[in-house]
């Protein structure tokens, strides 16, 4: 009678224990896009690095060599702890000069080398554009392929034009060839085009490799595929509208392995230590 009576009390417990768990927290590593901190590397690159440095961050992401050698970047980062995992290198150089792109990435030591906008002419982004790039990729994926390192696209946003059953983003992911074309997800480009950042991650395994964590701001308007937003409406992770405990928990699952903070607001020397904070105590 006495055991009738606690059995569900025991099995309560039990769930509980079991629930703890299966409860983890971010394992990241947490890197940061260096674009983060434009303002201040232009006029001082070595306190600026400094500054990452205080913040335990080991892991970055270039998008300029700041006047220096690639070499010397390296060596600038080594001397703090930190490595280049992957670096932005812009459409046209990636065009004009492939090969001075791929000596670049290899100076600074990076795995990844990553295009962050395809320039259109028109405020759409058409199928003409995509077809474009998506040639692009293809080719540049193989030929740096050949040289030891990873193409990857970083989508802005106005790839999510309707287009057939699907958008256009769709399009270039079935064009463009697994093997030589990853993808890096910025879960605020994803969010502001009124997109599911989990949703988008299930619907294309292996294909992402790397994510830009940045946060929409409580309250502005997504569904908008310009491409484009106030550097206001970058806020630190937590704070704005993403379901975070959910992508990183999909993100991990599908192996992701690089995370780097992408904040683009003026108040971002007090927002990378918050968002650091916030990923330090979230559970997935």
């Known amino acids: 009678m006495i055991l009738k009576r606690f059995l569900p009390l025991v099995l309560l417990a039990a769930c509980a224990v079991f629930a703890a768990e299966k409860s983890t927290t971010f394992k990241g590593p947490v890197g940061l ?40 970047l390296k060596a600038e980062l080594e001397s703090r702890g930190m490595k280049a995992i992957s670096g932005h290198w812009q459409y046209e150089p990636l065009s004009k000069d492939l090969d001075k792109v791929a000596a670049e990435a290899k100076g600074l030591g990076c795995e990844y080398v990553a295009c962050p906008w395809i320039p259109h002419a028109a405020a759409v982004f058409t199928e003409a554009d995509a077809r474009k790039a998506i040639a692009d990729f293809n080719t540049w994926g193989e030929a740096l392929s050949k040289k030891g390192l990873k193409f990857a696209y970083h989508p ?39 997109q599911d950042p989990v949703k988008v991650l299930q619907k294309y395994p292996g294909r992402w490799v790397m994510m830009h964590l940045k946060d929409l701001k409580k309250g502005v308007r997504t569904g908008i595929l310009t491409g484009h937003a106030p550097n206001e409406e970058s806020v630190a992770l937590g704070t704005g509208q993403v379901d975070w405990a959910g992508v990183l928990r999909e993100a991990e699952k599908q192996g992701i392995k690089h995370f780097f903070i992408e904040d683009e607001a003026p108040a971002v020397e007090s927002q990378v230590p918050q968002t650091l904070g916030f990923l330090k105590g979230l559970s997935l």
Request: charge should be negative.
């Open 33 to 72: 896009q260096l674009y983060s901190l434009r303002d201040s590397l232009k006029g001082d690159v070595k306190g600026s690095l400094d500054k990452v440095k205080a913040w335990g961050i080991t892991e970055v992401e270039t998008y300029s060599l700041h006047g220096m050698t690639p070499e010397k």
């Open 156 to 194: 802005h946003g106005y790839e999510f034009q309707p287009f057939g059953d699907g958008t256009l983003f769709d399009l270039m992911m079935k064009e463009t060839k697994p093997e030589f074309v990853h993808y890096e997800m910025d879960v605020f480009w994803i969010t502001h085009p009124g």
